[in-house]
């Protein structure tokens, strides 16, 4: 017996030597199985009535050979299993599985041991007994000689190379009259062969274990046909109270060792309940069969470039991380880094594939495939709280598409992918609850590759210098490893082919990511299910905004082409325009010594231009776009609730942000604090320890404010030194004559001005962009929304100065303190300050905010689009040097520009300051909303676009809402109101020219006509300094500029006069008024305007109460089921007791 358990080896091992073999030798090896049932009812007839009568258990026939070896049956009294836990076993009648009787042993070559065993027990040998075990034998002999596998196995063929061998096999079934009380997805056992060989030896122990306990179920003993025959289960089931005592104490213990990133949790959720782990092993014994043929049927030399598999072609990849040989010093440490993690990651129950560098593209990357096995993603989507649906929801959609609208429409199996389910938190302890069709597809991939990330950066990869290092950020810093990325399903440009599942990224890239779709709304649950929700709450913030845009863009193209229409009968362009008024008033120079008088109807076109965007429809314009960003925050509060039910995020916060602690922070951590709440004890950082970072880093953001307002000072000295020069130059120049009647110095300088000023903001931005990020880390935040909201805080601030300083400044501070000639102001008492034209300043900011609005959106498309296409151009030019070789799916991802953890962060900064553009100066510009609809639509493209085809795949991430962007939006907003009135009042002419038309028109019939000439004021040409005035001289004695002050004549001589100071009363109470209507009418709309629509609060009390009912009706049949089954384990046991005494009266 001992030789045969030593000679003795499964079949699944032999197969797996014999491929491991195959592919050393780099041969193809085909192997498979082929299950062959004969109809043997018929001659195990006489048999199983022989075994009826029988005094013993049918013994193990001999074995015969290594082809057709057994597996060795337990011996001694307990066989192996757990003492009391063997009992009677059913009789089956047709040679069914039966379980070992209590105490029975292993039956020898002849089958007689077994009865001996028994006849010890009871004390009595039946006369008779050898005989027909005798007869057994031969009956045996003959069936196997005619090819027939005895009653409870089964006769596989199979080939090795081109011979053709036979095995036997036990069937593995389960007694009648049992119920399966286990859950119904089972746990995946992983086979030794495809584990690490250092952890193979550690679960041989295991492994006899639960093959000794099968085959207590898989052996019986043959009664007497006389004899009552009981049927029982060999594995008790625990009482239901003790059952789930046991689970409600150990989850929270195994969330939390989860939570920490212990390597051995899985371990422990393997041991949780000893009889279920059992019950699961068991029952996964025949899906490992199937894996296992389907793993000797893959040909690896076949294997598309496009699979997203294992080499075995069934086992997904969920996550990739890859490596390159380091040459330096620190070589040996990272390999053992690596050689730490990924043990590390093994016990935490992840399989793991190791690709060779020499299989790889460029001949020297490595990369290890990662694939989380069911066990593994149902503990921690308990962990994260992830919701799965549990039933198909009754209640009907709220979807009335218009006819008008049914172009803009995707079909509707892109818009809606899946059905709407009712959802609960997954527990791994009510797998039945859920709706489990298939265990491999049933967690979507962005939620396996998050649960994988999750556990990737808890895990520990050694001690360094007396302190825990763990998690893969560490290591990808540390050029441990180059690389950590998700799979994408496949290529973008065709979809998948089988066995691979559905490729979602095909179907975006057709329906989402093509410019000719740019009309056509956005598939965002397709979206969400591929990228994650926190992604596509972006593009559910971008959309919802382009839609709204497109309503101020229609109200602000019509003000435009009011503008254009009314152009011709403006009274102040026709003045300025008119040679005999225009052209005979004389203007002071705008420069000191250098700058000639002028006249004032060279600036005709700028009066022009200037009244498209300064007419009576501003004002409207700007109390209009108040009243719309009130409309815009409070009709997205609706939207994103409503996507917070959809996406099943309504309790989100609770459940997950306030439990996902950095991994840095937990490292950096020295001490523990009890949380109030929680009452657990967590990492603690006192305030001390950060409050050297937080003065550092208000003193780098004040610093570069700082230098923001000093490169803006350098560009005003630079308009104001540079306009002297275009000035002298355009006048002594000839060719400059042609164009001086609409390229004015002024206008000159404006744009290179402009120009200069966008070019300082980009290589600021640049700079800043890392010291932020830099600064952020440093102060150690405590969650990834501390992060986040750290960073948007101070990445905000400079940006708001950097992008915005420019434009506050000509809006407010541009021509305001001039003085008058003769007592003009100067910049550093060198400099003299800029003057606005005679139109007013609102035409220079119009031009401003065009360059900077215009020329950031130019450059960020540019940035984004062409940037990474070239880059994974090059980056694919250098790597394709081993054409021959396999370009795989992992390799192709892995040449692709990463879209890093602040991608999503530098969109929605780049959103929320266009946002400011069209708020903050939108009286300015009503085009401005029309720039960033035409913008937004490309960006939501080229967002797409690139997402789906230039970048790897995020990680994906949940989010229900767009955090504190909003609450950016929400200042802004206000802010919008102040400035845009501001605009009207002090940028505008809007104020004089009403006061003039109510208060100083003599003209009845024509109220306008004189205005510009009593808009401008009269200065003494005698009166100008001599290091002031022009050198030539000149015939008249007075000349014009643009103020209200009394003559030279008065006795108050350049004064303010009355009429400056009714402008500036108008000037103010055009303001009070605007603002206290505007923020009167925003209060009014966010009361009358729910946060919530009532259609989605319906929606998630019928969901809540359905929940709660669906749980509590699944819970009350659990206790009924359990109820009965204990009740029917008492009357087993009484009957076997009644059994037993009536076995022992008839040996007797």
Not at 66 to 85: F, L
Not at 342 to 356: A, F, I, P, S, Y
Not at 530 to 556: N, R
Not at 969 to 980: K, P
Request: aromatic share 12%; proline share 5%.
């Amino acid at each position: 017996m001992e030789e045969e358990q030593a000679g003795w080896r499964r079949p699944e091992e032999e197969g797996s030597e014999r491929w491991e073999e195959a592919g050393r030798e780099d041969q193809l090896s085909w192997v498979w199985a082929n299950r062959v049932e004969g109809d043997q009812q018929d001659l195990l007839m006489g048999l199983s009535g022989q075994e009826s009568r029988a005094a013993g258990p049918v013994g193990v026939p001999e074995a015969a050979g290594p082809e057709e070896a057994e597996e060795p049956r337990p011996t001694g009294s307990g066989g192996g299993s757990r003492e009391g836990w063997a009992g009677w076993a059913p009789a089956e009648p047709r040679g069914g599985a039966r379980a070992a009787p209590e105490g029975a042993a292993a039956a020898g070559p002849e089958g007689g041991r077994g009865g001996e065993g028994r006849g010890k027990r009871d004390g009595v040998k039946a006369e008779g007994q050898s005989c027909e075990a005798e007869s057994i034998r031969k009956l045996r002999e003959e069936l196997r000689s005619r090819g027939v596998p005895e009653p409870g196995k089964l006769r596989e063929r199979y080939w090795e190379g081109t011979q053709e061998r036979y095995r036997e096999r036990e069937v593995k079934r389960r007694a009648k009259g049992t119920k399966q009380v286990e859950n119904k997805h089972r746990l995946e056992k992983k086979p030794n062969w495809l584990k690490d060989p250092r952890l193979v030896e550690t679960e041989e122990k295991e492994v006899l274990r639960v093959k000794t306990d099968e085959n207590l179920t898989n052996w019986v003993s043959g009664q007497q046909s006389q004899r009552p025959t009981i049927r029982v289960n060999v594995y008790p089931r625990p009482h239901l109270q003790s059952q789930w005592s046991i689970c409600h104490h150990s989850v929270g213990v195994i969330n939390e060792l989860a939570k920490m990133g212990d390597p051995n949790v899985l371990e422990m959720v393997q041991e949780e309940g000893f009889a279920n782990f059992l019950l699961i092993v068991s029952q996964s014994a025949k899906r490992f069969n199937l894996f296992l043929r389907r793993r000797l049927m893959f040909k690896k030399d076949e294997q598309s470039k496009d699979s997203i598999f294992f080499r075995d072609g069934i086992r997904q990849i969920d996550f990739v991380l890859s490596y390159v040989d380091d040459i330096k010093k620190e070589a040996e440490l990272k390999a053992e880094r690596r050689k730490e993690f990924e043990q590390n990651l093994r016990k935490t129950g992840l399989e793991l594939e190791v690709e060779d560098k020499r299989n790889s593209e460029d001949g020297r990357t490595y990369f290890v495939k990662i694939h989380a096995p069911w066990e593994v993603l149902v503990t921690y989507a308990e962990v994260l709280g992830i919701k799965m649906p549990i039933k198909e929801s009754d209640i009907p959609p709220a979807e009335n598409i218009p006819y008008m609208l049914g172009p803009l429409k995707l079909p509707k199996n892109v818009r809606h992918p899946h059905p709407e389910y009712f959802t609960a938190q997954f527990t791994r302890h009510r797998q039945e609850l859920f709706l489990i069709e298939d265990e491999s597809s049933f967690f979507p991939s962005s939620s396996r590759n998050r649960i994988v990330y999750y556990i990737l950066s808890r895990c520990p990869f050694g001690i360094e210098d007396g302190k825990k290092k763990f998690g893969i950020e560490r290591l990808l810093t540390s050029n441990t490893y180059s690389s950590a990325y998700p799979l994408h399903d496949g290529q973008y440009w065709k979809p998948s082919e089988p066995p691979n599942p559905v490729n979602e990224r095909y179907i975006l890239c057709q329906n989402w990511a093509r410019f000719s779709y740019f009309y056509k709304e956005q598939p965002l649950d397709l979206v969400r299910n591929y990228f994650g929700e926190k992604i596509a709450m972006y593009f559910v913030f971008l959309g919802f905004y382009t839609e709204m845009l497109s309503f101020a863009a229609i109200v602000g193209l019509a003000c435009f082409i009011y503008g254009l229409l009314s152009m011709d009968g403006n009274s102040s362009s026709t003045e300025i325009c008119d040679p005999t008024i225009g052209g005979q008033i004389i203007m002071c120079p705008l420069c000191d010594q250098v700058c000639d008088y002028w006249r004032l109807n060279t600036t005709c076109l700028a009066s022009k231009i200037s009244h498209l965007f300064d007419n009576e429809s501003t004002v409207f314009f700007a109390i209009f776009m108040g009243i719309w960003v009130t409309l815009f925050l409070e009709f997205w509060k609706q939207r994103q609730a409503r996507m917070e039910y959809e996406w099943d995020l309504v309790d989100f916060e609770e459940e997950q942000q306030q439990l996902q602690l950095r991994p840095e922070f937990e490292a950096m951590c020295k001490h523990r604090k009890m949380n109030a709440v929680t009452k657990e004890m967590e990492p603690y950082m006192p305030l001390c320890s950060r409050l050297p970072w937080y003065f550092l880093s208000g003193a780098t953001v004040t610093l570069w404010m700082a230098l923001v307002i000093a490169c803006m000072v350098a560009v005003i000295v630079y308009r104001l030194s540079v306009f002297a020069t275009f000035a002298s130059f355009m006048e002594s120049e000839a060719s400059f004559k042609h164009v001086k009647s609409f390229l004015t110095p002024q206008i000159t300088t404006s744009l290179s001005g402009s120009c200069l000023n966008f070019i300082v903001i980009l290589i600021l931005n640049f700079f800043y962009e890392k010291i932020s990020a830099w600064i952020t880390k440093m102060e150690i935040p405590r969650t990834y929304q501390e992060y986040e909201s750290s960073l948007t805080l101070k990445m905000f601030l400079f940006q708001f100065v950097n992008f915005y300083s420019s434009c506050f400044y000509v809006a407010f501070f541009k021509g305001k303190f001039v003085g008058y000639p003769g007592k003009y102001t100067y910049l550093f008492n060198v400099w003299r300050s800029e003057e606005c034209d005679p139109g007013g300043c609102l035409i220079e900011l119009t031009t401003q905010l065009t360059i900077i609005m215009t020329g950031k959106q130019i450059f960020g498309n540019v940035k984004e689009a062409i940037y990474p296409m070239v880059l994974n151009w090059w980056r694919r030019r250098k790597a394709r040097t081993n054409s021959e070789k396999l370009y795989s799916r992992w390799e192709q991802d892995h040449d692709l520009e990463t879209f890093g953890s602040l991608g999503l962060f530098y969109e929605y900064l780049e959103t929320v300051i266009q946002f400011g553009f069209v708020t903050l100066f939108v009286a300015s510009f009503p085009l401005a909303p029309l720039l960033a609809l035409l913008n937004n639509i490309i960006e939501i493209r080229v967002d797409a676009w690139k997402l789906t085809t230039q970048y790897r795949r995020p990680v994906a991430a949940k989010a229900h809402c767009i955090g504190v962007w909003q609450d950016i939006l929400y200042g802004m907003a206000v802010l919008s109101v102040a400035t845009n009135a501001f605009i009207v009042a002090f940028t505008s002419d809007i104020i004089p020219r009403l006061v003039y038309y109510y208060a100083y028109s003599t003209d009845a019939t024509e109220p306008m006509r004189g205005y510009v000439n009593d808009s401008l004021s009269t200065f003494l040409i005698a009166d100008f300094p001599n290091h002031t005035a022009p050198s030539e001289k000149r015939d008249f004695i007075t000349c014009r500029y643009r103020d209200y002050r009394y003559p030279p004549d008065h006795d108050q001589k350049y004064f303010h006069n009355m009429q400056y100071w009714h402008v500036l009363a108008a000037k103010m109470t055009f303001i009070i008024v605007m603002e206290h209507v505007v923020f009167l009418v925003k209060f009014l709309l966010a009361w009358m305007i729910p946060d919530v629509p009532k259609d989605v609060l319906d929606r998630i009390k019928r969901e809540k109460l359905m929940t709660i009912k669906i749980l509590h009706d699944f819970e009350l049949n659990k206790l009924k089921e359990n109820l009965r089954i204990n009740s029917s384990e008492l009357a087993k046991q009484v009957l076997i007791q009644e059994n037993k005494a009536q076995l022992a009266k008839s040996a007797v």
